[in-house]
């Protein structure tokens, strides 16, 4: 079981950048892929998510910059990120989850995680 975030870098506010989960190993459908992020210092958050049932969730701080997307067997979950603020910086991670509802993204003991990719956008 693997998966693997990439596609983070350095960008300059108001840049883009479009982050990739790749998703591998399963032999049982999760029921979606979430992303979440852990800024310097501070706590892991959620970002997004995406169920496949194609329900999509995102925090209020996105406020319309981010898309989350995934290809038809959802072993590829994109994270369009537009307008990048320098408070988006962190690292993100990509993780199974066992809910994504409109109004929330939540993972349990059972899901896995990938790596981190840094983001990093400056001012």
């Known amino acids: 079981v693997q998966l693997q975030a990439s596609g983070g870098g350095a960008v300059q506010s108001g840049g883009s950048l479009r982050l990739t989960c790749s998703v591998s190993?399963?032999?049982?459908?999760?029921?979606?892929i979430g992303w979440f992020r852990q800024a310097p210092g501070g706590r892991r958050e959620g970002v997004s998510c995406i169920s496949r049932g194609d329900v999509t969730f995102y925090e209020d701080f996105v406020e319309g910059r981010f898309t989350i997307s995934r290809d038809d067997a959802m072993t590829l979950v994109h994270l369009q990120m537009n307008s990048l603020k320098p408070e988006d910086t962190a690292v993100y991670y990509c993780?199974?989850?066992?809910?994504?509802?409109?109004?929330?993204?939540?993972?349990?003991?059972?899901?896995?995680w990938g790596q981190g990719t840094l983001v990093t956008v400056s001012s």
């Open positions: 190993g399963f032999t049982y459908d999760y029921s979606g």
């Open positions: 993780a199974t989850v066992s809910l994504c509802v409109p109004g929330a993204v939540g993972t349990n003991e059972y899901d896995y």
